[in-house]
């Protein structure tokens, strides 16, 4: 929520396992209520405004949407802050959604987290992948296979897969980039030396044969 939900790598998704869904999310609702929302220059602000009326409207549209959609919206009203007249500020909105709907799939720009419960890790992988962007994700787990299980091969297909951290992607270390409708190419981190030289593949035969394609031989 610190973007108010305007970066490309705000979290808008959290699947919950089913064991701890009902003592987690009282906890996320009275956090959520208390984020600071105001002047972004405040060191004691969280949460800045909106860029735009538009993305309030869109913001609100979305809540409809979910509600309509069976969530249980908490927050995302319009908040009041003193000296921000013409300010687009709102809550934070906590949606309890039944299952992963349409509106889930849309990337709003907004402060608003929707929360799944899950049964396993298969179905939240299967969840997290259902969706046509693919840029950025995380599993909060103590358990190594399902860590592995969520970097490798059948686990999360973003570009960025975290473990016990965000998914903001602010890990400049590391290449940064994503795959489906959020592109397929990289930059910065480990990348950013690519763009400054020229590659070129080469193939080096040491021998004195000449291979040929389709076992082609040539008797010169």
């Not at 969520?150 to 297909?157: E, I, R």
Request: aromatic letters at 6%; charged letters at 15%.
């Amino acid at each position: 929520v610190g973007t108010a939900g305007q970066r490309c790598t705000s979290l808008r998704r959290l699947f919950v396992h089913a064991g701890i869904y009902d003592t987690l999310l009282p906890r996320l609702k009275k956090i959520y209520a208390a984020l600071p929302v105001g002047n972004p220059s405040d060191p004691a602000t969280l949460v800045g405004p909106l860029i735009d009326a538009a993305a309030f409207d869109a913001m609100q549209v979305a809540l409809d949407t979910a509600r309509a959609e069976g969530g249980i919206v908490s927050g995302g009203l319009r908040a009041e802050v003193a000296g921000g007249e013409g300010g687009q500020y709102v809550h934070p909105a906590l949606v309890e959604m039944p299952m992963q709907s349409a509106i889930m799939h849309h990337e709003t720009f907004a402060p608003i987290l929707y929360v799944v419960r899950y049964d396993t890790l298969d179905q939240a992988i299967a969840l997290n992948n259902a969706v046509p962007q693919g840029l950025s994700s995380s599993l909060f787990t103590t358990d190594l296979r399902e860590a592995e299980t969520f970097l490798g091969a059948t686990g999360s297909d973003c570009g960025i897969a975290n473990i016990n951290i965000g998914p903001s992607g602010a890990e400049i270390g590391g290449a940064f980039g994503g795959e489906k409708d959020t592109g397929g190419g990289r930059e910065s981190g480990s990348d950013a030396w690519k763009g400054y030289m020229r590659r070129a593949t080469n193939t080096i035969n040491y021998s004195n044969a000449l291979p040929l394609a389709q076992g082609i031989s040539f008797d010169l």
